[in-house]
């Protein structure tokens, strides 16, 4: 059964950092891309960054450009967001996502992703 598990998120102050984790099990995500979105209270879920099977690309929504970083370790079937400088807006439950086949370019809808993780809560204090 595939499965994914976001771990990190928690209570920051704004200008402060966190890193969130996505271990995978159960499929081997490796060859896929997978990506991060987050979802505020009465908001729809929306995209924030995404990286290709490899680690060679990636992309990003433009609020979190300059401030957040997508990484994966494939040894490690983990995918990590490193979030700088965080502010207040960057309040929400973060969801990790994964694809279930080969893409050329970087998915960013919610659609196109197969699998979910059950979030973390990230709050940015003003």
């Known amino acids: 059964q595939e499965q994914l598990v976001e771990s990190g998120g928690g209570l920051v102050q704004a200008g402060g950092s966190l890193r969130l984790s996505c271990a995978t099990s159960g499929r081997t995500f490796s060859s896929y891309a997978m990506g991060w979105f987050r979802q505020a209270p009465e908001k729809e879920r929306e995209f924030v960054a995404a990286?290709?099977?490899?680690?060679?690309?990636?992309y990003y929504t433009d609020s979190v450009k300059g401030r957040f970083t997508i990484s994966r370790d494939n040894a490690k079937n983990t995918v990590y967001l490193q979030m700088n400088s965080l502010k207040p807006e960057d309040t929400a439950v973060y969801y990790c996502?994964?694809?279930?086949?080969?893409?050329?370019?970087?998915?960013?809808?919610?659609?196109?992703?197969?699998?979910w993780g059950q979030g973390t809560q990230v709050t940015v204090s003003s």
């Open positions: 996502a994964a694809v279930s086949k080969y893409t050329i370019r970087i998915p960013t809808t919610t659609q196109e992703y197969d699998y």
């Open positions: 990286i290709n099977w490899s680690g060679g690309r990636t």
